[in-house]
């Protein structure tokens, strides 16, 4: 099968997931509180994905695998 064996390199990996309510406040808090270490991942390896359920909005943030950098927590659960 045509492109079965190609390499496509290492894949974005999810570090943090916000479902709704209130998605897009936590997330607000999230990247304010790891400022510091998102500031390091260049710009073409950080993704925040935006979309809409029933529920509301949800927030995914995805950073290349070679650029992840330490001490980066995953967001609280939500309340």
Known sequence: MAGELVDIGKRPLLVA???PPG???RFNVWREKHADALATVPEA???VEY???GQ???VRVRIDEAHVPDGLLP???AA
């Open 51 to 53: 979309g809409r359920t």
């Open 45 to 47: 390896a950080l993704r």
């Open 23 to 25: 998605a897009a406040g």
């Open 17 to 19: 997931s916000f479902e």
């Open 75 to 77: 967001p609280p659960p």
């Open 56 to 58: 509301g909005l949800f």
